[in-house]
């Protein structure tokens, strides 16, 4: 069974940084791509970034690149999605997704396991 757990979120004031983590179970992080992807209240879920199962590819949102960089710890089987200059308009639950269909990210719906989330608030 595949997991993600993600940890890190938590209340930051704007201009602060945060780093999220997401740790894989029961697969390796070379074996599929993980997407990170936050959803505000109200709001549809959006995508942040994807790396490729070797992290040989990676890919940001527009809106998300220069402040967001995603790091990985093979050792410990966990992915980092480093967050600076947060503003409030960040706050939302930030959830890491992979996929069993393919070792390259993928469109949104075929993200087919995801974690359970990790909230990020950003004061104003």
């Known amino acids: 069974q595949l997991q993600l757990v993600e940890s890190g979120g938590g209340l930051v004031q704007s201009g602060g940084s945060l780093r999220l983590s997401c740790t894989a179970h029961g697969f390796s992080l070379d074996d599929y791509p993980i997407g990170w992807f936050r959803q505000a209240p109200g709001k549809e879920r959006e995508a942040i970034s994807c790396?490729?199962?070797?992290?040989?590819?990676?890919n940001y949102a527009d809106s998300m690149k220069g402040r967001f960089t995603l790091s990985r710890d093979n050792a410990k089987n966990t992915l980092y999605l480093q967050m600076n200059s947060l503003k409030p308009e960040d706050t939302a639950v930030y959830y890491c997704?992979?996929?069993?269909?393919?070792?390259?990210?993928?469109?949104?719906?075929?993200?087919?396991?995801w974690g359970q989330g990790t909230q990020v608030t950003v004061s104003s």
């Open positions: 997704a992979t996929t069993s269909h393919s070792r390259w990210c993928v469109p949104f719906s075929l993200y087919n396991y």
């Open positions: 790396t490729s199962s070797t992290g040989d590819t990676t």
